[in-house]
């Protein structure tokens, strides 16, 4: 596919990215009153995903087009997950209580019963989405779309086999499935941003996150000291190193999987960047318990954000809102799909009087899987991204079962 954008060498949309990163960071730090009031309405966070979303949008550059994706996806974001679980606490995560596997598991259940749902209220208006028999009929199509937002691509891509899902509607599919989930996340993302208040309107118990919060700041300021050019050497040797150890790692695990227990497949063990993903991030807990964690002190974590922002302007980069006018009556059966998922999601967080950061990290652990459920949690702050890679690595071990199931009501309400 021929790349027709303005702009299609990387290196320089590499530093389009990096100067836009730079630029909302400046304003944002500005002490000019219209920025302080900018800001107070719309989060720097957002800012960094929307505005490389204009870049793909306007065809200024081809998101899909280029390697800067690939790249930070498999290393970056594995790196940044090692750094972000160093100082890691597990006792306290675990003192996040049952409510946040709930809300995970209703998210889940959201997107298996909204996706029927969707299509029946849809069809009221086109009556032509029912019925079907062929590999291009509507509802095969959506079971792809089920097994990426409760697991992730391995998922998706398991889906379109079992269900036998034809190439055009196939395509539809993964746009509506890009746009709908990712102005979810833009969504999320502004409630991280206002999570004080929010949290506060609704009487949420929020005191086993401050703990933690409290915790990685007490550790920091404990082990505070002056960085110096051998300590961020060593924090990009343990960054990269165990990034290099957890690319080795998934070459022989998933391939030797895929041979010998195939059985296995069904939890998308057999796929490299689920293995990536895990082995980085079990390093980097089983480091949070020898003396490399005093590598937080001299901002171990800040690197590990700054890597978030960039994978956050990278995931912006695949937007492109214009693609709606392609696929009307398919977008919208994904936004019903995705409004009836979130008011679950909403109404369940409400009675158990849950921090909105355990609806969104529920939810974005099935949406988005392991490449955003961390950028979602840390924006809420660092120290709870580990928590968004462990419900996200559930989502996996789940998704394609869930997906089947979803999968299996579409086509009775298909066939009538």
């Not at 606490?89 to 003192?95: G, Q, S, V, Y």
């Not at 979810?184 to 919060?213: C, F, P, Q």
């Not at 840390?378 to 199931?405: C, Q």
């Amino acid at each position: 596919m021929e790349n027709t954008a303005l702009i299609t060498n990387d290196g320089i949309i590499f530093g389009l990215l990096a100067a836009i990163l730079g630029l909302i960071f400046y304003t944002q730090s500005s002490s000019n009153s219209f920025w302080q009031k900018f800001y107070k309405w719309v989060p720097a966070l957002l800012l960094c995903y929307f505005i490389p979303s204009l870049l793909n949008t306007f065809g200024i550059v081809d998101g899909a087009n280029t390697a800067i994706y690939p790249l930070v996806m498999d290393y970056l974001l594995p790196a940044c997950l090692v750094l972000l679980t160093l100082s890691l606490d597990l006792k306290a995560i675990f003192r996040l209580g049952p409510k946040l596997l709930i809300l995970f598991l209703t998210g889940t259940v959201g997107i298996v019963i909204g996706g029927p749902i969707a299509l029946l209220l849809v069809s009221v208006i086109f009556p032509e989405m029912l019925g079907g028999a062929g590999p291009d009929a509507v509802w095969r199509g959506m079971t792809t779309i089920a097994g990426s937002w409760i697991g992730g691509g391995a998922n998706q891509a398991a889906m379109k086999e079992v269900y036998e899902v034809g190439g055009e509607i196939f395509s539809a599919m993964v746009t509506v499935d890009i746009i709908v989930a990712n102005l979810w996340m833009a969504v999320l993302l502004y409630m991280a941003a206002n999570h004080k208040a929010i949290d506060k309107r609704i009487g949420a118990d929020t005191s086993a996150i401050e703990a933690i919060k409290e915790r990685m700041e007490h550790y920091e300021a404990e082990h505070r000291r002056e960085s110096k050019l051998p300590d961020l050497m060593f924090i990009v040797a343990v960054a990269f190193g165990v990034t290099g150890l957890a690319h080795w790692g998934a070459d022989v695990i998933a391939p030797f999987i895929g041979d010998n227990v195939p059985a296995l497949k069904d939890f998308s063990l057999d796929k490299k960047f689920f293995w990536l993903i895990v082995i980085a991030t079990t390093v980097g807990v089983a480091l949070s318990f020898t003396r490399v964690r005093q590598l937080e002190g001299v901002g171990a974590s800040k690197y590990g954000s700054m890597f978030v922002y960039i994978l956050v302007a990278t995931i912006g980069l695949h937007m492109d809102v214009t693609a709606i006018v392609d696929v009307p009556k398919y977008f919208l059966i994904g936004a019903i799909w995705m409004i009836i998922h979130a008011s679950l999601m909403l109404i369940v967080a409400r009675l158990l009087k849950a921090p909105v950061f355990y609806m969104a990290i529920g939810s974005q652990a099935n949406v988005g899987g392991a490449a955003s459920a961390p950028v979602v949690a840390s924006a809420f702050h660092p120290s709870l991204a580990p928590v968004g890679v462990l419900l996200a690595v559930f989502g996996y071990a789940l998704g394609t079962y869930m997906a089947y199931i979803c999968g299996q009501i579409l086509r009775v309400i298909a066939a009538g």
